[in-house]
C-alpha cells in the first residue's frame, strides 16, 4: 500500500475503533511517541507489541463515549489525522475531552513511526 492507501484504511478501522486491527497496518519496529509520558517513563514506546500494551491500556482505561477521526492530510510518505475523543477514565470517574493530531510515518507499506500532539487551548 501507498501512503495516501495506508491512511485512508487507518482511518477507517480507528472510526470503528478496531484499534487491534489497525495494528495489521504498522511495522513491527515501530516507533510510537506521545505527547506526554505516563508513570514518569518515556514518552516513546518502540515495536509492535509496545503499541499493543498502550491499546490495552487504553481501552481498559477509558470509557469511550465518541471518537472521531478527520479524513487524512497526506503528502509523501507522511500523514496527520485529527482525533476528537469524549472519554471517562474508569477509574477516576472523570469525564473530558481530548482533541490531538497523530502525525504518522511509512515506509514500504507500513507505519514505521506516529507521534501524537495534543491541542493546546
Given at each position: 500500500m501507498n501512503t495516501e492507501e495506508v491512511a485512508k484504511k487507518?482511518?477507517?478501522?480507528?472510526?470503528?475503533?478496531?484499534?487491534?486491527?489497525a495494528l495489521t497496518l504498522y511495522d513491527?519496529?515501530?516507533?510510537?511517541?506521545e505527547a506526554f509520558s505516563m508513570g514518569g517513563g518515556s514518552p516513546e514506546t518502540r515495536g509492535k507489541e509496545g503499541?499493543?500494551?498502550?491499546?490495552?491500556?487504553?481501552?481498559n482505561a477509558m470509557e469511550i463515549h465518541s471518537f472521531k477521526a478527520s479524513e487524512p492530510f497526506v503528502a509523501h510518505?507522511?500523514?496527520?489525522?485529527?482525533?476528537?475523543?469524549?472519554v471517562?477514565?474508569?477509574s477516576s470517574?472523570?469525564?473530558?475531552?481530548?482533541?490531538e493530531v497523530g502525525v504518522y510515518t511509512v515506509k514500504n507499506g507500513k507505519i514505521l513511526r506516529e507521534e501524537f500532539l495534543p491541542r493546546v487551548d
Open positions: 487507518a482511518v477507517e478501522l480507528v472510526r470503528k475503533q478496531a484499534w487491534y486491527e513491527d519496529n515501530v516507533v510510537s511517541v503499541v499493543r500494551g498502550k491499546i490495552d491500556w487504553w481501552v510518505d507522511r500523514f496527520v489525522v485529527q482525533y476528537d475523543a469524549d471517562t477514565d474508569k470517574k472523570q469525564r473530558r475531552q481530548m482533541s
